[in-house]
């Protein structure tokens, strides 16, 4: 008799220790699963619908739903979640794409402007949805990064990283060594009221020079060469970060891909 309660008593104990472990397996996969799950709206930016600010914007709409229900600001969601976007589903997460495109004078950096003629997002027939990391204004032609990662494009629209930029500038009268010493060493915005970074400027012709800017100042060269007394005539970006633009023709796009791209995100990142 004592042996058998003996036995059901170390069943009993077995039994309790298999419940304890497949809780414990239960509890590690929940907080897996909830480490993998990230704030909506950095969640709709990295999927190239939107940009965080622009999610908030449709989340409190009422515009996204999350397995059924109307989603909340800050609310967290992984790929497992039914994400419907102005009624249209959300597939998880695409694979990264990023484009260098040579964008011609008189493409908008824009989305929603009513008012113009062509705007970039119009110009790339691309299987994948992606918008502009950076910007150029209409005035100006040349290399402009395209992608669907929203992490990126928030990286490369903070003026405090210091990316590098590179251009060719054609001026509207000969250039002296003073305009080449001042724009290296930053000039005074009166209308923005700021001194703009040191940089390099080299002058390659009669009317032209090369400048590499590591700020996101609006028309920064435009105004820079203004405040000298320049009026700039052309204006084109021949690089970003370690992306050129080299061969591309005006309004053609290459896929960056393999070590060009990870020494893009290498140099955004580190």
């Not at 990064?145 to 928030?154: K, P, S």
């Not at 000298?228 to 052309?234: F, T």
């Not at 992306?243 to 140099?267: F, M, N, S, T, V």
Request: charged share 35%; net charge positive; hydrophobic share 40%.
């Amino acid at each position: 008799m004592v042996y058998v309660l003996k036995s059901l008593i170390m069943v009993e104990v077995e039994l309790t220790e298999i419940e304890r472990l497949k809780y414990r397996k239960i509890r590690k996969i929940r907080d897996i699963r909830n480490m993998e799950k990230e704030r909506l709206n950095k969640y709709l930016a990295s999927c190239g619908v939107c940009s965080r600010r622009d999610a908030d914007s449709l989340i409190d709409q009422g515009l996204v739903t999350v397995n059924g229900k109307p989603a909340a600001m800050g609310m967290r969601v992984s790929a497992e979640d039914s994400i419907l976007v102005r009624g249209k589903s959300i597939h998880g997460k695409n694979d990264k794409v990023v484009l260098a495109y040579y964008k011609p004078v008189g493409v908008t950096c824009t989305e929603r402007d009513r008012f113009a003629d062509r705007k970039i997002t119009d110009m790339v027939r691309f299987p994948v949805r992606v918008t502009y990391a950076g910007r150029l204004d209409k005035d100006s032609e040349g290399l402009i990064l395209l992608t669907n990662d929203g992490e990126l494009i928030n990286a490369m629209m903070k003026g405090s990283t210091g990316h590098e930029k590179e251009y060719i500038v054609k001026l509207n009268k000969e250039i002296t060594e003073d305009f080449i010493q001042k724009m290296g060493e930053g000039v005074w915005l009166p209308e923005l009221k700021i001194k703009t970074r040191p940089c390099k400027a080299e002058q390659i012709g009669k009317f032209t020079f090369r400048i590499i800017l590591t700020q996101g100042v609006n028309r920064q060269i435009r105004r820079m060469s203004k405040a000298l007394g320049y009026e700039v005539k052309e204006l084109k970006r021949i690089r970003v970060v370690n992306i050129e633009l080299a061969k591309l023709k005006k309004g053609e796009y290459r896929q960056i891909l393999g070590a060009e791209l990870q020494a893009l995100y290498d140099a955004v990142y580190q």
